[in-house]
């Protein structure tokens, strides 16, 4: 148990639930009283049993859950005076309450504002250098200035313990699942380059070459969005650990609708800035694309993070017919595949091609933001996708025609 752990758990058995006939405050009934002050589902009895067992952590970023916990420790007797708020935060190695913060939770007796507010955080010669080292290292700048000054007792030079506290400490997260997920990520960045960069490469020199590069990409779009929602674990999240509600194969369909939706974004902005350079007669370079391969693998990330919270903020569930109109995004890589083959001849000619491109992409954020005036969402009916990519197809025999 954490000494964060142990704090919290005799504040939270000191307070009353005055609801319950003044029972002891249960770790269930914190997580519920949490919700109410934030508004929202809460927290489940085994996230807070986590919280005084050290097995989890609040986020440093979660503010908003911080001050709720020392509001309701604070409201139900528990926490009674300032500096058991103080002596809360310190532990966790948690900022300590600003003027605002604590004129909002101890209302009934706000302390001196003019006084300075005490602070856990160290002084720092260099603030922002070492942030950055802690945050990389240790889970607080705390945590990091203690190991810092550790590490400078002791004869000079200090630098040698120091430099063996930064690696035994970034020795310490490693395990070899972390080490072997990394690994994976490599090989996922390596099949985006092989299968989809080659689709890029203009101009093709003949037909069979450009044949073999689109059906590697059409391949490459279908298992790659795929192997991007393998690897995005939400088993070990907390956030949808608590939501007992939404349905785990749902979870996983929303973060592989995700991962599609994030790689064909990044895909179509990469083939307009390729189609650019085109245009622009600067030739590609193997750096450069393995930097816009590693931009699909982060969009996909990114995509399979937010799709799934996104729908859940929106509907407070996730269901499959919210957002059923974007699986579509799982056979966009082969229709694209199959537009392209026909017409990249037309799309690479000078200029025409950027032309045929940017009006669809137009075309398409007057429909989303047309649809978000009228709705207050940017999901797009499907007679509208029909009016889309009809236009596209006219564009295409216009290009012809034009020809």
Request: charged share 15%; hydrophobic share 50%; proline share 5%.
């Given at each position: 148990?954490?000494?964060?752990?142990?704090?919290?758990?005799?504040?939270?058995?000191?307070?009353?639930?005055?609801?319950?006939?003044?029972?002891?405050?249960?770790?269930?009934?914190?997580?519920?009283?949490?919700?109410?002050e934030m508004d929202d589902l809460g927290f489940s009895g085994a996230a807070i049993s986590d919280w005084e067992r050290g097995e989890s952590k609040i986020n440093v970023q979660d503010r908003n859950v911080l001050?709720?916990?020392?509001?309701?420790?604070?409201?139900?007797?528990?926490?009674?005076?300032?500096?058991?708020?103080?002596?809360?935060?310190?532990?966790?190695?948690?900022?300590?309450?600003?003027?605002?913060?604590?004129?909002?939770?101890?209302?009934?007796?706000?302390?001196?504002?003019?006084?300075?507010?005490?602070?856990?955080?160290?002084?720092?010669?260099?603030?922002?250098?070492?942030?950055?080292?802690?945050?990389?290292?240790?889970?607080?700048?705390?945590?990091?200035?203690?190991?810092?000054?550790?590490?400078?007792?002791?004869?000079?030079?200090?630098?040698?313990?120091?430099?063996?506290?930064?690696?035994?400490?970034?020795?310490?997260?490693?395990?070899?699942?972390?080490?072997?997920?990394?690994?994976?990520?490599?090989?996922?960045?390596?099949?985006?380059?092989?299968?989809?960069?080659?689709?890029?490469?203009?101009?093709?020199?003949?037909?069979?070459?450009?044949?073999?590069?689109?059906?590697?990409?059409?391949?490459?779009?279908?298992?790659?969005?795929?192997?991007?929602?393998?690897?995005?674990?939400?088993?070990?999240?907390?956030?949808?650990?608590?939501?007992?509600?939404?349905?785990?194969?749902?979870?996983?369909?929303?973060?592989?609708?995700?991962?599609?939706?994030?790689?064909?974004?990044?895909?179509f902005f990469v083939f307009m800035i390729g189609l650019l350079r085109y245009n622009l007669g600067v030739s590609s370079r193997s750096w450069l694309e393995i930097a816009a391969a590693a931009f699909l693998i982060?969009?996909?990330?990114?995509?399979?993070?937010?799709?799934?919270?996104?729908?859940?903020?929106?509907?407070?569930?996730?269901?499959?017919?919210?957002?059923?109109?974007?699986?579509?995004?799982?056979?966009?890589?082969?229709?694209?595949?199959?537009?392209?083959?026909?017409?990249?001849?037309?799309?690479?000619?000078?200029?025409?091609?950027?032309?045929?491109?940017?009006?669809?992409?137009?075309?398409?954020?007057?429909?989303?933001?047309?649809?978000?005036?009228?709705?207050?969402?940017?999901?797009?009916?499907?007679?509208?996708?029909?009016?889309?990519?009809?236009?596209?197809?006219?564009?295409?025999?216009?290009?012809?025609?034009?020809?």
């Open positions: 148990m954490t000494k964060f752990g142990e704090t919290l758990r005799a504040f939270r058995q000191a307070s009353n639930d005055p609801d319950r006939l003044n029972r002891r405050l249960t770790q269930e009934r914190l997580g519920e009283l949490i919700g109410h001050i709720a916990l020392i509001q309701v420790l604070h409201g139900r007797g528990g926490l009674r005076t300032l500096d058991d708020a103080e002596q809360l935060l310190a532990a966790g190695n948690y900022r300590a309450l600003n003027p605002d913060e604590r004129k909002e939770i101890f209302q009934e007796n706000p302390p001196d504002l003019s006084a300075p507010v005490a602070s856990v955080e160290p002084s720092q010669s260099n603030p922002t250098l070492q942030s950055m080292i802690g945050a990389i290292f240790f889970q607080s700048p705390q945590e990091f200035q203690t190991a810092l000054e550790q590490a400078r007792e002791g004869p000079s030079p200090a630098w040698p313990r120091v430099l063996v506290a930064f690696f035994r400490r970034f020795s310490d997260r490693l395990s070899a699942s972390r080490v072997l997920k990394f690994i994976l990520w490599i090989w996922v960045w390596l099949f985006a380059w092989v299968l989809i960069m080659p689709s890029l490469r203009w101009p093709f020199s003949n037909r069979d070459e450009a044949l073999l590069a689109v059906v590697i990409y059409a391949a490459g779009a279908i298992i790659i969005p795929a192997l991007i929602g393998v690897l995005t674990n939400t088993k070990d999240n907390e956030f949808w650990r608590e939501k007992h509600s939404v349905s785990e194969l749902n979870l996983r369909l929303y973060i592989h609708q995700g991962a599609s939706i994030g790689f064909h974004i990044g895909y982060i969009l996909g990330y990114a995509g399979a993070r937010l799709v799934p919270y996104n729908l859940l903020s929106a509907y407070k569930q996730l269901r499959l017919k919210d957002g059923r109109i974007f699986f579509v995004f799982f056979l966009v890589g082969p229709a694209w595949g199959y537009f392209f083959l026909g017409s990249y001849d037309i799309l690479l000619t000078k200029a025409l091609g950027v032309f045929i491109v940017l009006s669809s992409i137009t075309i398409l954020l007057v429909m989303m933001a047309l649809r978000y005036r009228q709705s207050g969402t940017t999901v797009i009916p499907v007679y509208w996708w029909v009016i889309f990519w009809g236009f596209i197809v006219i564009c295409q025999i216009l290009a012809f025609l034009i020809k």
